[in-house]
């Protein structure tokens, strides 16, 4: 289940690998043809607790090539000096872990964080550079708008994305119009789309216009529908947030706590333990009765 507008962006991929394929054509980026693009996993670890995990990691057997190549997917939604360094990091790690060349992939949702994630990165001295890495960037900057409700019929994942990396843009309206309108003559798949757009325009004024977008196009999905939707959303956002305060304070997190964290949809609860997160010696506190 996808929790926050950050990882809506990548994990769109993790649900529908093939999507790569078709988007960087539109991005003005040849792709070439494969037999398979596999979902690897994140963590790039090395040693506890400084822990490394790159948002979304793919493994692409190229149709003429035995080894194929790696892609590495990051969700940026800001300028983020630190993630330059761990991005030099995710390429070498995974090129000496897998032996296959990686790429990296940055998707961005303005075209301020596009431009600056786009800039080359140097690893040297001025005498000499050891490494030089260049982000692939999909964001607002080279992907075209998708508002034609026939080509968001054809491809509803890619018209997802598309709604994603203009999310800041004045076009946004005409793009959740068309997918509304699609995804309300469908009958299969279309309640999942409905709440991952929902989910993944993140708070604000784009998630009220597609509320409002769903309760005017059909009333398959009315307001009780959406709002659970939201609320839901939010509960996963919580949790989350619960879970990355734990792990950045260092803090091991069993399975057991990790999935109650994950289960719980009782936003008052959760707002207990995301305060108790900021204090506990270990995670099983965070259910302490007081």
């Known amino acids: 289940m996808v929790s926050s507008p950050h990882e809506a962006m990548h994990r769109i991929f ?38 490394r995990r790159v948002d979304s990691a793919f493994r692409v057997q190229v149709a003429d090539d035995e080894g194929g ?39 961005c949702r303005d075209k301020a964080t596009a431009s600056w994630a786009a800039e080359p990165i140097r690893v040297g001295r001025p005498f000499h550079t050891s490494m030089l890495v260049f982000p692939l960037v999909l964001g607002p900057g080279n992907l075209s708008v998708i508002t034609d409700p026939d080509e968001v019929a054809e491809d509803v994942p890619l ?8 999310a800041k843009d004045p076009g946004l309206p005409a793009i959740l119009e ?4 699609v995804l309300a003559r469908q009958d ?17 004024p784009a998630r009220d ?3 409002q977008l769903m309760a005017v196009y059909t009333p398959k999905f009315p307001d009780s ?8 959303g939010r509960a996963n956002e919580r949790a989350d947030a619960i879970l990355r305060l734990l792990d950045r304070r260092g803090i091991e997190i069993p399975d057991t706590v990790r999935e109650r964290v994950k289960d719980c949809t009782d936003l008052d609860v959760l707002s207990v333990w995301f305060d108790r997160s900021l204090t506990v010696a270990s995670a099983e506190e965070l259910f302490v009765e007081e």
């Open 178 to 181: 068309a997918l509304a309108e």
């Open 159 to 166: 018209a997802v994305f598309s709604a994603f990396a203009h």
């Open 69 to 107: 190549f790696l892609l590495a997917v990051e969700s940026q939604s800001k300028p983020d000096t630190d993630k330059r360094n761990s991005w030099t990091y995710y390429l070498a790690h995974m090129y000496a872990k897998y032996g296959l060349p990686p790429v990296l992939v940055v998707l």
């Open 14 to 51: 993790r649900e529908e690998p093939a999507l790569f394929a078709r988007l960087l054509p539109r991005a003005g980026i040849d792709f070439p043809k494969y037999h398979s693009i596999e979902p690897l996993d994140t963590d790039l670890s090395e040693i506890r607790p400084m822990e």
């Open 188 to 204: 299969e798949g279309s309640d999942d789309w409905v709440e991952y757009v929902e989910i993944g325009l993140g708070d604000g």
């Open 225 to 232: 529908i959406v709002a659970e939707y939201w609320n839901k």
């Open 209 to 211: 216009l597609w509320r």
